[in-house]
């Protein structure tokens, strides 16, 4: 279908919400932050998944929600962030749709070859691709971190079920656990 021209409401709305993919797609942009805009020379980019984003338009909440994009609909103009999520009245959390005019984008998912084509493409100065490469080595960086505060995260769980382990029956309240106790009691 035809983008309309026409100034009639009605014919606009017609066109925004029967629109094909490939315009679906245009029209899911956001801006991006002031740091990447001076470091890419780019101002607008499609929004991609694992992408980091700060809603800055929230009718529902007045702090500021910050998070990555989950998922990306473009038949339904929504952007779901990991982080922006309500709860139903049966008690299941189910994350919250965001119109990506609402957003801006903070960091970007540098992994797919054509949205750093794009990003060369529009450029208003030279960005080469050294500069690219060492933007995604520093997503895994930051990949590697959160993986390490998981394995941080999974030994103190295993700290928690040794202490789980003992028991507190064999212990008298008005009696220490000491090492010299725990002695006399493995000799008797």
């Not at 060369?120 to 959160?146: H, N, P, V, W, Y």
């Amino acid at each position: 279908m035809k983008q309309s021209k026409s100034i009639q409401p009605r014919k606009q709305r017609k066109s925004h919400f029967k629109a094909e993919y490939h315009i679906r797609n245009r029209k899911m942009t956001a801006p991006l932050s002031h740091a990447l805009r001076e470091k890419y020379g780019v101002r607008r980019l499609p929004i991609h998944r694992n992408d980091k984003v700060t809603v800055f338009k929230n009718k529902s909440l007045d702090e500021e929600i910050k998070g990555k994009v989950i998922r990306v609909l473009p038949q339904r103009y929504a952007v779901h962030i990991e982080g922006h999520s309500k709860e139903k009245a049966d008690g299941t959390i189910v994350s919250f749709p965001v119109h990506p005019s609402n957003i801006v984008i903070t960091s970007l998912n540098l992994r797919d070859k054509k949205r750093r084509a794009i990003i060369q493409r529009r450029s208003r100065k030279e960005i080469t691709d050294e500069e690219l490469a060492e933007d995604i080595f520093d997503e895994d960086e930051e990949l590697a971190e959160e993986l390490e505060d998981l394995d941080m995260l999974e030994d103190e769980d295993i700290l928690e079920e040794d202490f789980e382990d003992l028991d507190i029956d064999e212990l008298d309240e008005g009696e220490e656990e000491t090492p010299d106790t725990e002695a006399k009691e493995e000799s008797e």
